[in-house]
């Protein structure tokens, strides 16, 4: 049965309630409960409260944890509402095989949830020791021929024809510009998803008439919220062609090497939004957007960390839980914290 793999971490929440924190539940909501759902490196949160407790679906429920037992507890990235008594959210960049006090607190203007908490203890995986494979393919991006070797790699469809059970590919540094994997992409489709984040993602189309980043229809969600990307296209930076569904778009770099054009935006008179002002004032999006070439260390190379001289550095929106735990003055745009090189101080040497 798949659900007893999440039995151990699996526990009924202990309420708290305001200013009693560890006190006897003395009051609705009394069966609010939290679940965790730990992998190695997130954990996945579930509140379920019971019909009486928020009539009016306006709770909201923000979430903080800490390593079990020490310190205080940070913030994280606020649950999401999926239904009247359902919310759902996670906690990101844990420790393998650790165990952290998760706390769901309320906030519930004139409601009986306002304030109240839910705590819990759950624990994410431990590393896995993967088994020495007992076939190792070795494919590159320039790779030919079927030996597959560390000396001649092959290329990564032969790699992947000839791997088998308890074998591995083992791809050589480089940019894998080759259409072979296909991904499930599970944000568009036919079938209606809760609200969908993108947070601190780098794409760049690379190749040559490619947009940036492309909504696509059909598909349907509650919202789609969008911060501090960076999206990089050689044809739009940004494709909507699903203009209808609820978007919520800012702190964004939005850049194309393609001249006079940013983005394309389905159903409007003129789809060709070819400045930020014009796309913000069509769309009402990126009221803090930028719209400048990224700076990649070594696009080319496969580098996507970004150049101490990009003005991505610093500029993005702190988002409590997601990225907390930036460098500098604030987050950077995209996937990678600019890592600041140390000082290096060459001071004249006198000897006497
Ligand atoms: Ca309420
Ligand atoms: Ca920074």
């Given at each position: 049965?798949?659900?007893?793999?999440?039995?151990?971490?699996?526990?009924?929440?202990?309420?708290?309630?305001?200013?009693?924190?560890?006190?006897?539940?003395?009051?609705?909501?009394?069966?609010?409960?939290?679940?965790?759902?730990?992998?190695?490196?997130?954990?996945?949160?579930?509140?379920?409260?019971?019909?009486?407790?928020?009539?009016?679906?306006?709770?909201?429920?923000?979430?903080?944890?800490?390593?079990?037992?020490?310190?205080?507890?940070?913030?994280?990235?606020?649950?999401?509402?999926?239904?009247?008594?359902?919310?759902?959210?996670?906690?990101?960049?844990?420790?393998?095989?650790?165990?952290?006090?998760?706390?769901?607190?309320?906030?519930?203007?004139?409601?009986?949830?306002?304030?109240?908490?839910?705590?819990?203890?759950?624990?994410?995986?431990?590393?896995?020791?993967?088994?020495?494979?007992?076939?190792?393919?070795?494919?590159?991006?320039?790779?030919?021929?079927?030996?597959?070797?560390?000396?001649?790699?092959?290329?990564?469809?032969?790699?992947?024809?000839?791997?088998?059970?308890?074998?591995?590919?083992?791809?050589?540094?480089?940019?894998?510009?080759?259409?072979?994997?296909?991904?499930?992409t599970s944000n568009s489709g036919y079938g209606a998803s809760g609200p969908i984040f993108l947070f601190h993602n780098t794409g760049d189309a690379a190749l040559a008439d490619n947009d940036g980043f492309e909504v696509k229809s059909p598909g349907s969600w509650a919202r789609l919220y969008l911060r501090n990307n960076i999206w990089a296209g050689t044809a739009y930076a940004l494709s909507n062609a699903n203009p209808n569904q609820p978007l919520d778009m800012d702190y964004d770099d939005l850049y194309t090497t393609l001249p006079g054009e940013l983005a394309y935006w389905e159903g409007l008179p003129d789809r060709h939004l070819r400045t930020l002002p014009m796309l913000q004032a069509a769309s009402g999006q990126e009221l803090h957007g930028i719209n400048q070439p990224p700076g990649f260390r070594n696009a080319a190379g496969g580098d996507y960390h970004l150049s101490p001289t990009s003005g991505l550095v610093d500029v993005g929106l702190i988002i409590p839980g997601i990225n907390a735990d930036y460098l500098g003055s604030g987050p950077d745009l995209g996937a990678f914290e600019q890592q600041n090189l140390p000082i290096r101080c060459y001071l004249p040497l006198i000897l006497k």
């Open positions: 049965m798949k659900s007893m793999h999440f039995a151990q971490t699996f526990l009924l929440a202990g309420l708290i309630l305001p200013g009693m924190q560890d006190a006897e539940q003395t009051a609705a909501p009394q069966s609010a409960s939290l679940e965790l759902y730990g992998t190695f490196q997130a954990m996945g949160v579930i509140v379920s409260l019971s019909a009486g407790d928020d009539p009016e679906q306006n709770a909201v429920a923000g979430l903080a944890y800490r390593p079990s037992g020490q310190g205080a507890f940070g913030q994280g990235f606020p649950l999401s509402r999926i239904g009247a008594t359902r919310f759902v959210g996670s906690l990101f960049w844990l420790q393998a095989g650790t165990s952290y006090d998760v706390r769901v607190t309320f906030s519930d203007p004139g409601g009986i949830l306002d304030g109240v908490s839910v705590q819990s203890a759950g624990t994410t995986r431990s590393e896995v020791s993967l088994p020495t494979p007992s076939q190792a393919y070795y494919v590159s991006n320039h790779g030919s021929g079927s030996l597959c070797s560390l000396a001649q790699p092959c290329g990564l469809t032969e790699g992947l024809n000839r791997v088998g059970p308890g074998q591995a590919v083992i791809l050589r540094g480089g940019v894998y510009y080759q259409g072979e994997i296909n991904r499930n």
